[in-house]
């Protein structure tokens, strides 16, 4: 393989691309609505060493992965059961189709008004927000696994926890892993939202506060800030769980 072809070298000549195409665009535009890459970087580097970057970003990180959390693990519980289970699949469809159209802003402001603007409704409106998309990955899931592989099972007498680990999980395994990048893609926009509206710490009350200021520059230092922290929970975390749940291939 030609060396320009590695997947490494085109990923950096592509961020190199459009860091160029940023530098391009500030300079012909010359407005402070578009700063300069390293004008961004420079405040960037600013609230990281004032400390104020690292406590609103922990803050923000700490909902994320709490509500990531619970919904991963009740949405697979509730999807297996339903994907096993058709009348029961059938009695709440009707109710996962409700909740998938309701509008994320809609749940937030009624957990707000309803429970008030404390700290558990800004969890529960994520975890609603997210939940029925994780049901319904690995309800499609359940219904796809393979019935002779379920019957072998049985035939060589697995207990459940072994029919889970060696049967049904490498075969849930990419819907697992289908639902968390979605959701992890998804629920840090739902968190900063509900920081936004009804919290006065995290990474969407500062983005908040920078858009009343006009500040545009302190916007996308901390938006490049959150991307390179989901990025590296990506490269570092998800990549290599995926990575090692597929050694038997």
């Not at 609505?33 to 060493?49: D, H, K, R």
């Not at 429970?115 to 998309?133: M, Q, R, T």
């Amino acid at each position: 393989m030609p060396i320009t072809y590695r997947p490494a070298i085109l990923a950096t000549l592509s961020i190199a691309a459009f860091l160029l195409l940023w530098q391009g665009l500030a300079h012909y535009l010359n407005t402070a609505t578009l700063p300069t890459p390293m004008v961004v970087i420079n405040v960037l580097m600013q609230e990281i060493s004032t400390g104020q970057l690292p406590h609103h970003l922990g803050i923000t990180l700490y909902r994320l992965l709490l509500s990531f959390s619970i919904a991963m693990s009740l949405g697979c519980v509730i999807g297996i059961i339903l994907g096993r289970h058709k009348q029961l699949d059938y009695f709440f469809d009707n109710w996962l189709v409700i909740f998938l159209n309701i509008p994320a802003l809609v749940t937030i402001i009624l957990c707000y008004v309803w429970f008030g603007l404390v700290e558990s409704a800004a969890i529960l409106a994520v975890i609603i927000n997210k939940l029925p998309n994780v049901i319904v990955t690995i309800r499609e899931g359940t219904r796809a696994l393979d019935p002779e592989l379920l019957n072998m099972a049985k035939c060589y007498r697995f207990g459940r926890i072994k029919t889970l680990r060696h049967v049904i999980w490498p075969q849930l395994h990419p819907f697992v892993m289908a639902a968390t990048r979605s959701g992890l893609a998804l629920i840090w926009k739902i968190v900063l939202v509900v920081e936004m509206l009804g919290r006065s710490d995290g990474m969407g009350y500062q983005l908040h506060l920078f858009f009343q200021l006009f500040d545009v520059t302190s916007i996308l230092a901390y938006t490049v800030a959150f991307i390179t922290v989901i990025q590296g929970i990506e490269l570092l975390i998800l990549k290599p769980m995926d990575k090692h749940a597929q050694r038997w291939r």
